[in-house]
């Protein structure tokens, strides 16, 4: 229901994300990525994603900006887990890079 709501009200073309993930614009630049990152945090899923926003792309996109995501998210929660400030604090700042984040 909540999802109806929120594709019916248009909320998610301009939902604020929470604080602690905002740091995800820093590695999700273009404004389809933006869209992608707000679409996600809403619904949790892709299945839509072009019907919804109007923006074309093709799946296998998506399906790579949601393992950058992922890896995002699961590096940040590794390096809380393991009290390694100086990695949340590059990851945070948009300045974390390895090779697996540039070729996605």
């Known amino acids: ?60 996109w998506l399906q790579l900006l949601i393992v950058r995501h992922n890896y995002l998210e699961s590096l940040l929660k590794k390096a809380r887990k393991e009290m390694d400030f100086e990695t949340v604090t590059l990851i945070e700042s948009g300045k974390y890079t390895d090779d697996k984040i540039r070729r996605l």
């Open 1 to 60: 229901m909540r999802f109806d709501l929120e594709l019916i009200s248009g909320n998610f073309f301009d939902c604020e994300i929470p604080k602690s993930k905002k740091y995800l614009f820093k590695y999700f630049r273009t404004n389809i990525q933006r869209q992608f990152v707000r679409y996600y945090y809403v619904f949790n899923s892709i299945k839509y994603f072009a019907n919804h926003t109007g923006l074309h792309c093709k799946k296998r």
